[in-house]
């Protein structure tokens, strides 16, 4: 019987508050968290308009059958499909396909490789990797002057968007581009969902956000400059939210702003689930106190390997001691992270106490008499091998 992995148990991802803004496919990729202990909160960043009812890519579609493109260049596998799909409702794939047989076709990775081989047609090229990038150094190495070249976009076209710039850099080197808009997107009608877990990140209330699709990142990005909370979002991206990506296209909005982003060496929605199970746990906060081993997650605390819920005014504290392990806070300081409390510091007390009696380990928070709290920090135990 095969052994399961520590990134497969059920606990992997206990105690772990995870955004998801995926549109497609997120029930799966829910469950894939969820099973491994992970409590999700889910938002939708991006709503696909029906390829059916696309007027633009209709127009695009049959100023490709007109007139065919000297190059085609497919970006996304599903986008690729889709449009093959959306010609095939309006009667026009057999037209489609036969203006880009005579086409010189390049694909953007293998996923966009392996839809064009199933739709009966051949890449002439197509990079290692799965970046825009290398697709357009290819192009503007060899020359585009002159040439017309037809592109399958993805999403829409915003400030954080890769493609549109890809566009027009060919533009520029003399190219007549058609960009095709395939499973164009747009914000879903209600933003509330995606309001709030902008402020759950900004608030420390998330452990992760994932994102698989450049677009949703677009999405998530747009709403909050709209919202007036952009450099609050990226500072708490470059800080103690962790930004989980499926793959480079998908990172390079975020990647561009400074946020480091994490992601699988297979851009594939079961290793990224595998990788945050595998991540997540390792940039948690760990302390050893007060005889026990703690881990502070988004809205928990986990001791000893066991989640305990703890109030959000007691969570906050816990974070403010942790930020300065093993030094006294003074009760002032730690007023200050509790919103609403006033000058009173009896709120600090009440806080404190609730902190124990959540933990069950009421040695974890020292009181040192007429200064304030700390952590009680287990000693490190010297290692005569000299391996710690």
């Known amino acids: 019987m095969p052994v399961r992995s520590d990134e497969d148990s059920p606990a992997a991802l206990a105690g772990f508050t995870i955004g998801i803004t995926a549109a497609r496919r997120a029930e799966e990729f829910a469950t894939l968290l969820s099973r491994r202990g992970a409590t999700l909160v889910h938002a939708p960043a991006i709503r696909i308009i029906s390829l059916v009812d696309d007027t633009e890519l209709r127009k695009a579609t049959e100023s490709v059958i007109a007139s065919p493109p000297d190059i085609a260049v497919a970006t996304t596998g599903i986008g690729f499909r889709g449009w093959v799909e959306a010609a095939d409702n309006w009667g026009l794939a057999e037209p489609l396909l036969n203006a880009l047989t005579s086409s010189r076709l390049l694909a953007r990775g293998p996923k966009a490789k392996g839809a064009m081989r199933a739709a009966g047609l051949r890449e002439e090229w197509s990079p290692d990797s799965e970046s825009s990038a290398e697709v357009l150094d290819h192009l503007l190495e060899e020359g585009v002057e002159g040439k017309r070249i037809a592109v399958q976009l993805h999403g829409a076209t915003t400030e954080w968007e890769p ?6 850099v060919m533009r520029s080197a003399g190219a007549e581009v058609v960009p095709v808009p395939v499973y164009r997107w747009v914000p879903p009608d209600d933003r509330s969902q995606l309001d709030r877990m902008i402020e759950m990140s900004i608030n420390g209330e998330l452990d992760a956000i994932t994102f698989t699709s450049a677009p949703a990142v677009a999405s998530l990005l747009g709403r909050a400059k709209e919202t007036r909370v952009l ?12 930004p989980f990506s499926v793959g480079p296209v998908t990172a390079a909005p975020l990647e561009a702003l400074g946020v480091a982003t994490t992601q699988p060496h ?9 990788h945050i199970a595998e991540e997540l ?45 093993g030094a006294v806070v003074s009760r002032e300081d730690l007023l200050a992270v509790l919103p609403g409390a006033g000058g009173d510091t009896h709120a600090v007390e009440t806080a404190v106490a609730r902190l124990r009696a959540a933990l069950g380990a009421p040695k974890v928070v020292q009181t040192v008499v007429k200064r304030g709290y700390r952590l009680a920090l287990d000693p490190v135990e010297s290692d005569p091998k000299g391996d710690r």
């Not at 297979?266 to 595998?274: D, E, F, N």
């Open 163 to 168: 493609i549109p710039d890809f566009c027009e």
């Open 281 to 325: 746990p390792r940039r948690a906060n760990h302390l050893q106190a007060g005889g026990s081993h703690l881990s502070i997650r988004g809205s928990c605390i986990v001791v000893d390997r066991e989640v305990k819920q703890v109030p959000p005014a007691s969570l906050s504290i816990m974070r403010a001691l942790a930020r300065r392990p």
């Open 266 to 274: 297979r851009a594939r929605l079961g290793a990224l689930a595998r």
């Open 231 to 242: 450099e609050s979002l990226l500072n708490a991206l470059r800080g103690r939210v962790v």
